[in-house]
C-alpha cells in the first residue's frame, strides 16, 4: 500500500506559498435608478399620469444613445390610501409608483441625465453606483498578477536554500475546493437626488460633475512546488 507524502520526500521537496495582488482601476460602468410618482383621487387617471411619466423617462434615457448600457423597470406598484370615514373605511387617493433602472458607459453624460431626470417633477434619482463588467481585462491582470507574485515568491525560498524549483504541482484559488465560495461584492457608495414638487420655481440646474469611484480589484492564489533537493 503506497502512502502519500502532503509535504514531500527529501527526494522531492515540496514548496507552498501564496500571491496576491491588487488593482485600482477606473470604473467601466455606472448605474442610476429613477423612481416616478403619481398621486390622484381617481384610479385610472393616476394610472395614465403613471405611464405617462415612465414613458416620458425612458424616452428620455434612451435619448442617449450608445452612452447607455442597459436599462429596465425594476417595480412598480399602484395602491389606494385609505381613511376611515364613519364606521368604515374609504379610498382617500391613488399612489403608484415605478423603478427604473440604467447603466452607463460615457459618464459626461451621465451627469447630464442624472441632472435632467432630477430636474423632473415628482422624481427620484439614487446613485450611481460604478462597477466593472464581469469580464474586464481588469480581473485577468490582477490574477495574472498574483501568480507571478507567487512563482517569485517560491523562488525566493527556493534561493534562499540554495537550490532551485523543479515544477509546479498545484495552483488554486483560496476555497476553490468548496461547493459555495463565499466571494463578496462590496457594496458601492451613491447619492440620492429628489426633483422639486410641481409648481415651484426652481432654476435649471447645471450638470453635475461627477468623479468616478475607482474601483479595488483583488487577487490570492495558492502555489505549491517540487523543489531539487536541497544541499543543507
Known amino acids: 500500500m503506497t502512502t502519500t507524502q502532503p509535504y514531500g520526500t527529501p527526494e522531492a521537496?515540496?514548496?507552498?506559498?501564496?500571491?496576491?495582488?491588487?488593482?485600482?482601476v477606473d470604473p467601466e460602468l455606472a448605474r442610476i435608478t429613477i423612481t416616478i410618482t403619481a398621486r390622484g383621487t381617481n384610479r385610472r387617471t393616476t394610472l395614465d399620469d403613471l405611464t405617462h411619466r415612465n414613458t416620458h423617462i425612458i424616452t428620455l434615457v434612451k435619448s442617449y444613445g450608445?452612452?447607455?448600457?442597459?436599462?429596465?423597470?425594476?417595480?412598480?406598484?399602484?395602491?389606494?390610501e385609505l381613511t376611515k370615514h364613519g364606521r368604515g373605511e374609504r379610498v382617500k387617493t391613488y399612489r403608484g409608483t415605478a423603478c427604473t433602472s440604467a447603466e452607463l458607459t460615457d459618464f459626461t453624460a451621465l451627469g447630464e441625465l442624472t441632472t435632467r431626470l432630477a430636474?423632473?417633477?415628482?422624481?427620484?434619482?439614487?446613485?450611481?453606483?460604478?462597477?466593472?463588467?464581469p469580464n474586464s481585462p481588469a480581473h485577468s491582470e490582477v490574477r495574472r498578477r498574483a501568480v507571478?507574485?507567487?512563482v517569485a515568491?517560491?523562488?525566493?525560498?527556493a534561493d534562499a536554500l540554495g537550490t532551485t524549483l523543479a515544477a509546479l504541482i498545484?495552483?488554486?484559488?483560496?476555497?476553490?475546493e468548496n461547493t459555495a465560495p463565499a466571494y463578496g461584492r462590496p457594496a458601492a457608495?451613491?447619492?440620492?437626488?429628489r426633483s422639486a414638487a410641481p409648481g415651484s420655481a426652481e432654476p435649471t440646474t447645471p450638470?453635475?460633475?461627477?468623479?468616478?469611484?475607482?474601483?479595488?480589484?483583488?487577487?490570492?492564489?495558492?502555489a505549491r512546488f517540487i523543489m531539487t533537493p536541497p544541499a543543507l
Open 13 to 24: 521537496p515540496r514548496l507552498a506559498v501564496h500571491g496576491e495582488a491588487h488593482l485600482d
Open 66 to 80: 450608445d452612452a447607455v448600457e442597459k436599462i429596465e423597470t425594476s417595480a412598480f406598484s399602484l395602491s389606494p
Open 119 to 133: 430636474d423632473l417633477d415628482l422624481t427620484r434619482v439614487d446613485g450611481p453606483w460604478w462597477s466593472l463588467r
Open 148 to 150: 507571478h507574485q507567487a
Open 153 to 157: 515568491r517560491a523562488r525566493e525560498y
Open 170 to 176: 498545484e495552483l488554486s484559488d483560496p476555497g476553490a
Open 189 to 193: 457608495a451613491g447619492m440620492a437626488f
Open 207 to 222: 450638470a453635475l460633475d461627477l468623479e468616478p469611484q475607482r474601483q479595488s480589484v483583488h487577487a490570492r492564489v495558492n
